[in-house]
């Protein structure tokens, strides 16, 4: 609709992230930047609409779990404070915290540009979007439950969650409750409302879409969508300090706490992605549902059979791209502080045991040998970087400078 309505040049990409990145960082209002404004001062109204009526990510969740439920195979929710957590951090670490940092340090100009970027700028390709897909989608399901990206990983959503607090519109308490759970069984984003309701009556969990499957399944008509004035709302902080949920005979089998290892869990899941965050062209959202699948497989209790054997390759294939990446970032930043002599080890091993041939670093290795006057290694890696990208000048222009030089010079 957006690019058969208004063409690809008249509004630029809508993505959550340029209000981060453009906005923040920069003073331009995009369109990106106007839908974010536009969600966010929905949410203060009606809740988290857009989440549940309007998101991508949520909706091919919805459609894994109808797809589950199909092959009769009906994975636990599970429970945990990183629901809290993780999206915060990822929220705080990669948008939020870099862009103030910057914005706060260059000279910041409002201004406005509707059509930039570029409406496909953010698209990853077909491989790295189907997997993002496969990954954040089906299987993060599979593994942790209803909308388990939604729940543990969106940045997005911990962005809404304050304006979400203080929604006008909540689900709420206006008849007899029998205590059937329906409403906890249609969750789709795996709330307890039944807990909620009873004990707060209203839903008070800042997870809540506003979806109004549990308002819909109640046979009871007991749950309205229902307006209240703001400063009659009563918040308290016990509401934000659950206790016993997910434990009444009726739901406890449809939900699973592993509350007692969150810390194992989150340390995992972060150190887990950002040991492959950035590689293979994969991003946050990839990297980090691929991280907490992978740190869930590990503190998960089930004997699967070769469990012992399939943690130690997943241990070991995070270490081992873990080294990549410390090795890429140390060799760019001495590269960048010109200490050339401590940038070629690092540089060098992350070529080695880096799967993936990126030419720009043999392009950085051979000018830097280059002025350590080791000239067949100059040579060796340019070509190396001629063979990667053979249309690509920069290895041609330093075959043809090593060529030319004096090798007493060198």
Known sequence: MHVVYWGSDTVGSVDFQEFFHSFIKYGIINAGSILVLIAFGTTLIFGRFFC???????????????ILDKLKIQPKTIDSKLVTILPLIILLNF????????????????SISVNSPEIWAFLPGWLI??????????????????KGFCRF????????????????????????????????????????????????????????????????GCPENALSYKFTNPLNEKIQFKQFMKQNQFSHENISKKFKSIRSKDFIFLTLTLL?????????????????????????????????????????????????????????????TLYEQK???????????????????????????????IKQGNVKSA????????????????????????????????
């Not at 948008?95 to 409002?110: D, G, R």
């Not at 002599?341 to 040998?369: C, D, F, Q, V």
């Open 379 to 410: 040579i060796y890696h340019a070509n190396i970087a001629l063979k990667i990208n053979p249309t690509h000048k920069a290895p041609k222009i330093l075959l043809e400078k090593i060529k030319t030089m004096d090798k007493f010079q060198l």
């Open 52 to 66: 549940g009526w309007a998101c991508h990510f949520g909706a091919i969740q919805e459609l894994s779990w109808w």
């Open 153 to 216: 990983l969106c940045p997005w959503g911990a962005f809404l969650k304050v304006p979400n607090s203080l929604a006008m519109f909540k689900v709420r308490k206006t008849g007899n409750c029998t205590e059937c759970h329906e409403c906890t069984t249609h969750c789709p984003v795996g709330i307890d409302v039944s807990y909620e309701i009873n004990n707060y009556q209203k839903v008070t969990n800042t997870n809540c879409t506003a979806c109004l499957m549990c308002t819909s």
């Open 339 to 369: 200490e050339y002599k401590n940038s070629i080890p690092h540089l060098e091993r992350a070529t080695l045991l880096y799967p993936k041939s990126i030419g720009r670093y043999h392009i950085l290795l051979s000018e830097m040998y």
């Open 129 to 146: 979007g189907s997997l993002t897909f496969l990954i954040d989608g089906f299987l993060i399901v599979y593994f942790l439950g209803r």
């Open 95 to 110: 948008y939020v915290i870099p862009n103030l940092f910057y914005a706060f340090k260059q000279p910041w100009n409002l």
């Open 272 to 332: 887990g992605g950002y040991a492959i965050d950035g590689l293979y062209g994969m991003g946050h959202f990839m990297a980090y549902g691929i991280s907490i699948i992978s740190g869930y497989f590990i503190i998960n209790e089930k004997k699967l059979p070769l469990k012992s054997a399939l943690n130690t390759i997943i241990v070991c294939f995070f270490l081992w791209h873990g080294l990549i990446k410390f090795s890429i970032h140390q060799g760019l």
